[in-house]
């Protein structure tokens, strides 16, 4: 059979196959003439043709691939029950641009990534062979005109292999790929909302971690949690023979500075200060480990608990008891030639007391503190990855750094996200400082460290300095993970994951210097209802630019404002691909590394004038 059509069309055709591996090329060209060797849709599906003839016995393209990505697929042999994984490569070549291409939508990469998104799309992930090389080739012929060519390779890895090390969800299943293979289903999350949190003595010295400066009884950990009162007190006797946890009067207890070894001073307000010796910054944290690794790039420095009580103590104990939300704690000292003061929010996030505590707490700072000009926001988050640009592409322990990007904002908030027609329709807050001079010292820092990689930044130094200051610290542990640790899973629907690979540098790319954190610039978001749900929080990501989300710090922001601060700043190390609170083991070492990069920034700073 022959016919001749001039129009181009989508081409699939066999290029090479081992004993475990596949190799198509799909490519969009005219065809003129077809013969019995080829089998030409119809109906839905005309415009594809199945080219059966092999094109070059594992042949090579005349041309390198342009953008290339990587994921796997977790697979089990129903006979032998042995775990394998699969290894799904996708390589780009693009049509000559007709003119000047959008930097701001990522060009190329751009594409990629968003062809990417379409084929893993959770509302229909292609569960067997046919249907995933079917739905390619449908995004080839109508949603990516700029595609003029994939190479799809599928190549089964080595077995045996270990599947994510997330317990199985009640009710856990597989999904059927093909006869001999299965697809697991594999719990996206620890711990869905609605679960039961699990007693453990690490949960409990988490709990007192977040709550720190402000004590917190036995009574009011099993209540909020659903435990058992006594089982909660035998936890809190473990951590205290660890030295990590001291009770405290009227039954509560509080976490133990017990690595320390500068002064920490109990008071009841703080004491009057000479005016050279304000604080002109002030570091906002919201975790334990933040904390820690702020006031490791302190020198000189000094701390002052203060403990809110209703009044004088009583024989009965209701008068004299710590007020929870309200005890505040400030380490004081410099940073190059800056006065600097540092708290510990007591918690933030996820309920609205907090928020809102967490308002109060930064408003009693300001206060407090009435020569600061600058405020730092400093901790964990969790990164925006992008499957096929290395330039932009987050991973651990880097550190994003809020500068504006499409929205002309630094932070924007989500305070809810509506499906429509033409796409989804986000409600937010978006915040911008009057004064853009820390952002500005990040971008003097980011644009000296991309125009000379073999330069060891300034931020690695003060990282090696404050892993040496905290070596003696264990719990946390500061160190870095290993670099194996850091997984990239994308969420397919109904809590079914794959494993995704890390972009790998193109020619034009900035090579990452080894164990180096590389920053980059970008708004920061947040937002529970978007952080919850992958494809919400990519698409907002998408819509304000962002590269990272944290914790919802929109009170703490909205305080900064309030008290007529006109320059503010955040700073986050990656320590999870949500929003920072999910990975515990990166959560220390991200937090230094953006410990690291607020002082580079304040070094880069103008000496205070106002002294």
Known sequence: MTETNEHEQVVMTPKGKTHNSTTLIIERRKVSKTNDKMHVAGGEHTGIIINKETVTENGTCSTPAQLSLEFRVFLVNKETGKHTQESRTIRFWFREPQGAQDETDGGQAGTAQDFFRELVSPQEFPRDYVGFIKKIMKLMQHN??????????????????????????????????????????????????????????????????????????????????????????????????????????????????????????????????????????????????????????????????????????????DLGKPRFGESNVYTLGNIGAHRIVCTKLPSVGHTREAMTAAGNTTTRLLGTFQKVDYVFLVGVGGGVPHYTDYNRHVRLGDVVISCPAKNKNIYVYCESAKQTDKGCDFEMKAYLPSNMNLQEIAMQLKSSSDSDNKMTPPWMNYLRDGLNILSNQTEPDFKPPSSDTDKLYMNIGDRDLIEV?????????????????????????????????????????????????????????????????????????ISDYKDGTRRKEWQPYAALAAASVMKAVICGMEPPTNV
Not at 163 to 187: E, H
Not at 249 to 268: C, E, L, M, P, Y
Not at 530 to 538: A, G, H, T, W
């Open 144 to 317: 990516f005109n700029s595609i003029v060519k994939l190479e799809v390779e599928l190549k089964q890895l080595e077995e045996p292999v270990e599947v994510p090390s997330r317990p199985p969800p009640p009710g856990y299943c597989r999904i059927q790929l093909s006869p001999s293979a299965l697809f697991d289903k594999v719990s996206a999350e620890e711990n869905s909302l609605g679960n039961i949190v699990i007693l453990t003595v690490e949960k409990v010295l988490e709990i007192i971690e977040s709550s720190y400066p402000n004590p917190i009884t036995i009574k009011d950990v099993a209540k909020a949690n659903g435990w058992d009162e006594e089982e909660v007190a035998q936890c809190l006797s473990a951590l205290q023979s660890r030295q990590l946890v001291k009770a405290m009067d009227h039954g509560a207890f509080t976490r133990q500075q017990s690595h320390d070894t500068h002064q920490v001073t109990i008071v009841k307000q703080m004491p009057t200060m000479v005016s050279s010796k304000q604080p002109t910054i002030a570091i906002i944290t919201a975790q334990y480990c933040e904390k820690l690794a702020v006031d490791a790039m302190i020198e000189n420095k000094e701390t002052f608990v203060r403990y809110t009580t209703v009044g004088p103590s009583s024989p009965t104990g």
């Open 501 to 573: 690979a890390h972009p790998v540098p193109q020619d034009n790319a900035v090579k990452r210097l080894e164990g180096c954190p590389r920053i980059h610039l970008s708004p920061i978001a947040s937002g529970r209802q978007i952080v919850k749900e992958d494809r919400l929080r990519q698409q907002f990501a998408n819509h304000v630019g962002a590269l990272a989300f944290d914790c919802e710090f929109d009170s703490v922001i909205e305080s900064i404002l309030g008290n007529c601060k006109d320059s503010f700043i955040c700073i986050r190390g």
